[in-house]
């Protein structure tokens, strides 16, 4: 079972960055793709970014390419998302989430029903 544990969400200023990270473990960290999600209040949960921590494929939705990059260490079973030019609709709560690449493919990655393994979250609050 894989356990993940998101950090480094913070308050930051429109303009700003801020890297997020999600720390797997308890299972084979190359045998997963990671995806991050974002909630804010009131809204549905939405998918940001995906990668195959086997392959490092990516993918990101529309609003946050160019601006948002998703990357992952596989000695340190991290997955990371370095998050630039930040706006204030960019503020809610992100989770990273976990599901088996047999089960998995990447044209599904910013769809949460496809991920088994959730972590808790961490918050995000763009404002000046």
């Known amino acids: 079972q894989v356990h993940l544990v998101e950090s480094g969400g913070g308050l930051v200023p429109p303009g700003g960055s801020l890297t997020l990270s999600c720390a797997s473990s308890?299972?084979?960290?190359?045998?997963?793709?990671i995806g991050w999600f974002r909630q804010a209040p009131g809204k549905e949960r939405e998918g940001v970014s995906c990668i195959s921590s086997l392959d490092g494929s990516t993918c990101y939705t529309d609003s946050v390419k160019g601006r948002f990059t998703i990357s992952r260490d596989v000695a340190k079973n991290i997955v990371y998302l370095q998050m630039n030019t930040l706006k204030p609709e960019d503020t809610a709560l992100y989770y990273c989430a976990a599901e088996r690449l047999s089960a998995w493919h990447l044209d599904y990655g910013l769809h949460p029903k496809w991920y088994d393994y959730w972590g808790q979250g961490t918050q995000v609050t763009v404002s000046s």
């Open positions: 308890g299972g084979t960290f190359t045998d997963y793709a």
